[in-house]
Structures are given as C-alpha cells and as structure tokens.
Nanobody, 115 residues
Framework: QVQLVESGGGLVQPGGSLRLSCAAS????????MNWYRQAPEKERELVAT???????TYVESVKGRFTISRDNAKKTVYLQMNNLKPEDTAVYYC?????????WGQGTQVTVSS
C-alpha cells in the first residue's frame, strides 16, 4: 500500500505562485509514474501534469509554460511549481502514483486563486 500526502495549497492572488508537494511512502517510488490532477467545483477531474520514472514530463495545454512538475526520488516526493496563477486554476489538486495496474491517490490540497 502506498500513501500519498499533498501539501502546499492555499490562497494566492492572480499572477502569484505556489509549489505543491506530494510525499510518498513505499520503497519503489522511483518506478512510479506520478501525476497531478485537479478538480474544480462541478467539473470533472482533469489531468494536469505527468512525470515518468525516467523524468519525461507532459502537461495539459492550459498550464504549459506556467507549471512545472518535478520529482526527487531520494525524498520520495513529487512537486508541482505553479507560476502566473489564474482564477481558473482554482481547484482541489490531487497527487496520483501509478505502477502497472496499481493506482494510488492522495487526499488533495485546495488551491484558490483570487484577489
């Protein structure tokens, strides 16, 4: 069983920045595909960013150039650096770990972008 704990959410003004962290348990973190998802009120959960075990990254079009996903295998942690935040980025952000048929989710962290 893998446990994921997100942190770093909060309230920020438009144009501001936040860095989300997701700390994982387990001994094979380096093999996981790690994702960040988000879910806004009354909307479906959306895949925001992915980083593979080899470090390849992909992003949803709406965050390209503003968000950066990274991982520190020694710390078993994945990050999402979010810059130039917009009100439409407001959502609960979830971390997910994938390994073959296994999928694990964190509890989510709220990000609110508002003036």
């Amino acid at each position: 069983q893998v446990q994921l704990v997100e942190s770093g959410g909060g309230l920020v003004q438009p144009g501001g920045s936040l860095r989300l962290s997701c700390a994982a348990s387990g001994s094979i973190f380096r093999f996981y595909v790690m994702n960040w998802y988000r879910q806004a009120p009354e909307k479906e959960r959306e895949l925001v960013a992915t980083i593979t075990s080899g470090g390849t990254t992909t992003y949803v079009e709406s965050v390209k150039g503003r968000f950066t996903i990274s991982r520190d295998n020694a710390k078993k942690t994945v990050y999402l650096q979010m810059n130039n935040l917009k009100p439409e980025d407001t959502a609960v952000y979830y971390c997910r770990a994938g390994y073959y048929e296994y999928s694990y989710w964190g509890q989510g962290t709220q990000v609110t972008v508002s003036s």
